[in-house]
């Protein structure tokens, strides 16, 4: 066994140094270097970053990018696919969200919220990812935009209301002609055959209709089909997928079926 007196005078000639790190790799001004590279351009590489930088003579690797962009608060995710909006369209959405931001939750209770859309059997698993922060991920730089793509789907005509969803038509069950599209006479017949059942279960006798500026459904028979039901239908702006709440019960429910069609 070790000595006591032994033991103690080790201990108090041991102390913990500092152990020197590592250099940095980069200058306060190659990290600004390499956050006003993703900032300009948010689709950029690692890769590419490390060619720039080599251009002006730091050579880095891409580990030591990646390091420096996490420092900022920079992850690489998979962009958000949102549509192409005109700044007629972006201006008439936002006039329509101040007109609508103080309504009291019966005017919205009051709505039946209904859609068109198609049902991709097969979907495109194709990604890409882009550098950004935490909280922009709509920011447009951040997005990609959206195709139609060719594979099996299927046409489908839904409604809801704050009280829960409604009837999910598909054209097959309209038309005899399995060829057919959704088109005017199409959507004519189902409003006719579920707009009264449907708003009579989920809100009552008095509601307004509310629908998107497809062309079907701002064509002129359309119109006189609507006015002669005396319906009240809501003003709605052109390309304002976002503000229609069905349009994300309609996503949820194809993120449920993707995989499994």
């Known amino acids: 066994a070790w000595p006591k007196q032994l033991f103690g005078t080790f201990s108090k000639r041991i102390s913990n140094t500092k ?21 300009k351009t948010p689709f950029t590489t690692v890769g590419q970053i490390k060619n720039t930088l080599q251009e002006v003579g730091v050579c880095v ?29 972006r201006k008439a959405r936002l006039e ?6 103080t309504k009291p939750s019966q005017f919205w209770n009051k709505i039946l919220w209904i859609d068109e859309t198609k049902i991709n059997l097969y979907q495109s698993d194709g990604k890409r990812r882009v550098w950004r922060r935490k909280g922009t ?3 447009p730089k951040h997005t990609t935009s959206s195709v139609n793509h060719g594979g099996g789907s299927a046409m489908a005509w839904a409604c809801m209301a704050a009280n829960g969803t409604g009837s999910l038509v598909f054209i ?36 307004t209709v509310q629908m998107d500026n497809d062309p079907k459904n701002t064509a002129k028979a359309t119109k006189e089909f609507l006015n002669g039901q005396k319906w009240n ?17 309609i996503h949820l429910l194809k993120t449920k079926l993707k995989g499994k069609c």
């Open 19 to 39: 152990r020197p790190r590592r250099p940095r790799k980069t200058t306060v001004v190659d990290d600004r270097i390499i956050l006003s590279l993703v900032k």
């Open 61 to 89: 690797s891409k580990s030591t990018i990646k390091r420096r962009l996490h420092q900022s608060e920079y992850r690489g995710f998979t962009t958000r696919c949102k549509p192409l909006v005109s700044l007629k369209n």
């Open 96 to 101: 329509f969200a101040k007109q609508h931001l």
């Open 137 to 139: 991920a709509h920011d």
């Open 172 to 207: 097959d069950d309209v038309t005899a002609d399995k060829s057919s599209r959704m088109n005017s006479e199409v959507i004519r017949t189902i409003l006719s055959a579920h707009i009264q059942p449907n708003a009579a279960q989920l809100i009552g006798w008095r509601f």
């Open 233 to 249: 239908v809501m003003q709605w702006p052109s390309q304002s997928p976002d503000q229609n709440p069905i349009e994300h019960a």
